[in-house]
């Protein structure tokens, strides 16, 4: 579910002005956008240390964040603009090695 490449993918199916999310906001940074559009989930909330979605019928889950979604959501929020476009997004997620 938290796969660099299948959100790297994500993002390049967005025009590169798209908005895909916000900085500095755990309900809708672009991974939460990312998680609530390609699994139908009604709650996603992520944060640099977790990722915690609800599923109807399933319940609560909360994970650990993986490595790379860390740095990357580390490194979005450290930006200067509160709209993230797609383009912003994949910048970003380049620089993130892990």
Same mark, same amino acid.
């Given at each position: 579910?938290?796969?660099?490449?299948?959100?790297?993918?994500?993002?390049?199916?967005?025009?590169? $002005?798209?908005?895909? !999310? @916000?900085?500095?906001? %755990?309900?809708?940074?672009?991974?939460?956008?990312?998680?609530?559009?390609?699994? /139908?989930?009604?709650?996603?909330?992520?944060?640099?240390?977790?990722?915690?979605?609800? $599923?109807?019928?399933? !319940? @609560?889950?909360?994970? %650990?964040?993986?490595?790379?979604?860390?740095?990357?959501?580390?490194?979005?929020? /450290?930006?200067?603009?509160?709209?993230?476009?797609?383009?912003?997004?994949?910048?970003?997620?380049?620089?993130?090695?892990?």
């Amino acid at each position: 579910m938290l796969d660099k490449a299948e959100f790297k993918a994500w993002l390049e199916g967005h025009e590169p $002005s798209a908005r895909v !999310g @916000l900085r500095a906001t %755990s309900l809708s940074c672009p991974v939460a956008e990312w998680i609530k559009e390609t699994n /139908a989930q009604s709650y996603t909330e992520v944060t640099s240390m977790t990722v915690l979605w609800y $599923s109807d019928g399933l !319940g @609560l889950h909360t994970v %650990s964040s993986p490595e790379w979604l860390m740095h990357f959501v580390n490194k979005l929020d /450290a930006l200067n603009v509160r709209h993230i476009t797609a383009r912003r997004a994949l910048q970003v997620l380049e620089q993130v090695k892990a």
